[in-house]
């Protein structure tokens, strides 16, 4: 089990709607369509939330 993957520089993110795993430059979801544009992801932890957020609310990190 290597769980120190999980924070490689290639993190991946989850659709909001479907769940589907992500890479960051994506824009819409390739298994729903859902928009991605609209979110945006904490640079400490990877945290997936709505770009109208300031603090993630993960680790609370300034975004
Ligand atoms: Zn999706
Ligand atoms: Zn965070």
Same mark, same amino acid.
């Given at each position: 089990?290597?769980?120190?993957?999980?924070?490689?520089?290639? &993190? +991946?993110?989850?659709? #909001?709607? =479907? +769940?589907?795993?992500?890479?960051?430059?994506? $824009? &819409?979801?390739?298994?729903? !369509?859902? $928009?991605?544009?609209?979110? $945006?992801? =904490? !640079?400490?932890? !990877?945290?997936?939330? #709505?770009?109208?957020? +300031?603090?993630? #609310?993960? =680790?609370?990190? $300034?975004?």
């Amino acid at each position: 089990m290597t769980w120190e993957k999980a924070h490689d520089q290639a &993190f +991946k993110a989850a659709c #909001p709607k =479907c +769940k589907a795993s992500l890479s960051s430059n994506m $824009k &819409f979801c390739p298994d729903c !369509g859902e $928009k991605l544009h609209d979110y $945006k992801y =904490c !640079g400490a932890c !990877g945290a997936q939330m #709505p770009s109208s957020h +300031k603090f993630c #609310p993960e =680790c609370g990190q $300034k975004i």
